[in-house]
């Protein structure tokens, strides 16, 4: 599902849509838009994940089944 909606941005960035639109850097001025809206949301996604293991550190419960893994697992060719 898609909604759409009025957003206002200063000139230049119009003009830069238009170019990549132009050049078929771009499909549509809202594909651009939408592109740099999922790379901002990935960004901040990113950051938070960097809070958490800066604050949790990257210890986690599976640490002891990896390291068991390892010493007891044997790989068949």
Do not use: C, Y
């Not at 119009?14 to 001025?29: C, I, N």
Request: aromatic letters at 2%; glycine letters at 2%; charged letters at 30%.
């Amino acid at each position: 599902m898609t909604t759409q909606i009025a957003i206002r941005l200063p000139d230049e960035m119009v003009r830069f849509l238009d170019r990549s639109v132009a050049s078929g850097k771009a499909p549509s001025r809202a594909a651009l838009v939408a592109a740099a809206l999922e790379r901002e949301m990935r960004l901040q996604a990113a950051q938070q994940d960097a809070q958490t293991l800066k604050k949790k550190g990257t210890a986690d419960d599976l640490d002891e089944l990896v390291t068991w893994s390892v010493a007891h697992a044997t790989l068949d060719d």
